[in-house]
């Protein structure tokens, strides 16, 4: 099968489904079934061969594989690239396994317009894996940008009464830094004289040049993250989106921003990134310390877990970096976690909210009573949050602050604050402790006393099937790393031997 397109067949599957679903015709409720069944088929069929891609990789492998290439617009020299390598691989699967899980999930919760909610979710999953594929850059902008369409309409067509104004803030707030981006991009093209990824990390840009370029792409990335202070847009667009929409956006669009920076920002402009280094851990710092503060005093539960996604993915910026290989894998493999742990937390609010229409923490209390699967399921999630061993949020977590204390003095320019770093990095941890406790405490504990929740049923069979593959990733990521960590290997060291050649001894190239 490693003759088969495969990376095209994973990207544009999901379009066919949508070609399918314009064309059914009925009565509305049959025309909402069918839509519902193409959509999942077509997201399975997808997911599948995704997994083919997993397994046709070579892990002892540092380069792309799976390559696919054509001349796309010749005039401008931009191809059709396609390729994956340890670091994208494991971004695809997610991409593709939360495609699968928000249709499961949305099966009965969602009852309007359903033909056109499940073409906008497959159109996300073109979109997600075209970006994670693309080798070219101008074919990566496009899928990059292309997901603000299908995510601000879910946010403005299917959101809360406050749709309108979220879904606005969240797609200024990402084109803006787009706009840079876009600038950037010409000029890279037109000082190296080609549009192909793997060629412009080749290409040595002037120093003066790689600190303007650098701050361009830190604009649209440290946005899509998003990082202090960029990330007010966050909160609002998790709390009026729908479930799905919560879930794909904390599950893999987060993870945009830091793919960005390992993919352009560290190897292309190593300099640039080793002298703003310190800049990033400053405000990698403070997005943990303080959103944490600001979740502990939310009343609503999706804003209280959208603050501390803000928070988890300082720790993915911070191993980003650190520029050695602990805390590269970390970052990785913290974006995977916070992949699976913040679209569960998301699809745990959604499934109280759907019962009682309501996300505010005073509302619940005592549902362990009638609700034994969903405490239990839902305590998995609140711990793997935590960071606690045995769970996929341990694992991350650990290797970047073990990649901290890594960092030499040639670089990021500040060994000797490497322990302050890490100790404020750690502090997240128990913050994160303190308000996932209290929201579990507030919500699953105590008498079943406040009025509507007498009858609340537990889980169906629908969110059940949701929450499975979630629930088996996140343990076997915490007992089971190398599974995860093995095929990212070659590739990270790949990248920090890219670094080293553009940059010898400004950043560390440690690999213990």
């Avoid at 305590?379 to 890594?406: D, Q, R, W």
Wanted: charged letters at 10%; hydrophobic letters at 55%; one cysteine or more.
């Amino acid at each position: 099968m490693s003759d088969w397109p495969l990376l095209s067949l994973t990207i544009f599957l999901p379009l066919v489904g949508v070609a399918f679903i314009l064309f059914v015709r009925g009565e509305e409720a049959i025309v909402a079934q069918n839509a519902r069944a193409v959509a999942l088929w077509t997201a399975l069929a997808t997911f599948l061969i995704s997994l083919m891609i997993w397994a046709n990789f070579d892990p002892a492998q540092g380069g792309y594989q799976l390559v696919e290439q054509a001349m796309w617009l010749e005039p401008l020299g931009v191809r059709y690239h396609l390729g994956v390598d340890g670091i994208s691989l494991w971004l695809v699967l997610l991409s593709t396994l939360l495609t699968v899980i928000v249709v499961v999930g949305s099966w009965y919760s969602v009852q309007e317009r359903v033909k056109e909610y499940m073409i906008t979710f497959l159109i996300m999953d073109t979109l997600m894996v075209g970006t994670f594929c693309a080798l070219d850059i101008v074919l990566f902008y496009i899928f990059f940008e292309g997901i603000l369409i299908p995510m601000y309409l879910i946010i403005g067509i299917w959101g809360g009464p406050r749709r309108i104004y979220s879904a606005f803030k969240f797609f200024l707030y990402t084109l803006a830094g787009s706009v840079l981006f876009l600038i950037a991009i010409v000029v890279m093209v037109r000082e190296a004289g080609t549009t192909s990824i793997p060629e412009l990390t080749r290409h040595d840009f002037p120093v003066a040049m790689q600190t303007w370029l650098w701050l361009a792409l830190f604009a649209s990335f440290a946005v899509k993250v998003p990082m202090w202070p960029f990330h007010t847009w966050l909160p609002d667009a998790h709390v009026e989106a729908p479930t799905a929409g919560s879930v794909l956006l904390a599950g893999v669009l987060l993870k945009l921003g830091g793919y960005g920076f390992l993919r352009f920002s560290l190897p292309m402009l190593p300099e640039a990134s080793a002298y703003f280094a310190p800049m990033v851990y400053a405000l990698s710092i403070v997005a943990i310390v303080y959103t944490s503060l600001v979740a502990l005093v939310q009343t609503d539960m999706k804003k209280l877990i959208a603050y501390s996604s803000v928070a988890h993915m300082g720790i993915v910026t911070i191993g980003c970096f650190t520029a050695n290989a602990m805390g590269l894998t970390g970052s990785l493999v913290q974006m995977l976690s916070h992949g699976l742990v913040s679209a569960a937390l998301f699809m745990v609010v959604g499934v109280v909210y759907d019962r009682i229409h309501s996300r505010e923490i005073e509302t619940y209390g005592g549902l362990a009573e009638r609700m034994p699967v969903y405490a239990t399921i839902f305590m998995l999630f609140m711990l793997a949050s935590v960071g606690l061993p045995g769970t996929s949020g341990f694992v991350g977590e650990i290797l970047v602050i073990i990649g901290i204390f890594n960092i030499t003095p040639e670089s990021a320019a500040i060994p000797a604050q490497g322990s302050w770093v890490a100790l404020l990095a750690a502090s997240g941890m128990i913050l994160g402790a303190a308000y996932m406790l209290w929201l579990y405490r507030r919500v699953i504990f105590g008498a079943l006393e406040k009025a509507g929740l007498a009858r609340i049923e537990d889980l169906r069979a629908n969110e059940i099937a949701a929450f499975a593959p979630l629930v088996l990733l996140v343990i076997l990521m915490g007992v089971y790393p190398s599974f995860f960590t093995d095929p990212m290997a070659a590739s990270i060291d790949r990248l920090l031997a890219e670094i080293g050649a553009h940059a010898p001894g400004r950043l560390a190239l440690s690999s213990p």
